[in-house]
Structures are given as C-alpha cells and as structure tokens.
C-alpha cells in the first residue's frame, strides 16, 4: 500500500480522495465540516447536543445506498477514541467506514467493499 508522505498536510489528501471520489463514478461525497465556525470575532464550537464528537472527514453514499464514512490521516496522523467511536458506530449500523491515509488506500478499502471492480 502506497501511503501519503509524513509531511503532506491531511487536507491535501482529503482533496486528492475527494477528486478521485467525484471521478469514481461509485456515489455521491462530500467534505463533512464538523469543527466549529468563526463569528467574525472568535472561534466557536456548535452547541447542539446533537453534534457528534469524531465525525469523519468524508462522509457519503454510494450508488448501492451504502453510507460511507472516511477519516482521513497522513501516515504520522493518530485517529482519537472520538473518531475511532464514530468508524465503529458506522460499521454497527451497516455503513462502510475505515481510516485512509491516501488515494490507494481509499481505492484498495473501495475494491475490499465491492464498489471497484480494481485498484
């Protein structure tokens, strides 16, 4: 498995899966924006009880109703018990779900599930 470099920054390979993703042609993502916003005068975070703690990054469906739920980490990043909590609820509830730490490695989790015929 070919994984991201220790210096490439999570969100330059959120965007790579995300284009990949789009091209796919296997269901519908996008980049869930779970953390928090800025009011103009500081940052806040949402105050609902029903915001979830560990959301993934990606979150999806695939053209077979499958829910999909991707966490994206370079190779030095470390998944927190939130995150970790979130994958396990998914995978409980039917939902494919798993961390990723590249574009081969989002492809080789798609042909694991059956959503690409190869890598």
């Known amino acids: ?13 959120e965007n790579e899966i995300l284009e990949w993703l789009a ?10 924006v ?4 800025f009011d103009g ?3 806040r975070k949402h105050t609902s ?18 829910f999909v739920a991707l966490e994206v980490k ?11 909590a979130f994958i396990k609820k998914v995978q409980g509830c039917g939902g494919l779900a798993c961390v990723v730490r590249s574009v081969d ?5 798609f042909l694991k599930w059956g959503l690409i015929l190869k890598v």
């Open 41 to 43: 005068a500081k940052f």
């Open 105 to 109: 490695h989002t492809k080789e989790s």
């Open 34 to 37: 779970s953390g928090g916003f």
């Open 49 to 66: 009880r029903f915001a979830i703690n560990g959301t993934s990054d990606i979150l999806g469906i695939t053209n077979l109703g499958a």
């Open 1 to 13: 498995m070919k994984n991201s470099s220790p210096c490439r920054p999570e969100s330059v390979i």
């Open 74 to 84: 370079n190779d030095k990043g470390v998944v927190s018990a939130a995150q970790l």
């Open 23 to 32: 091209m796919s042609g296997t269901g519908f993502y996008w980049k869930n």
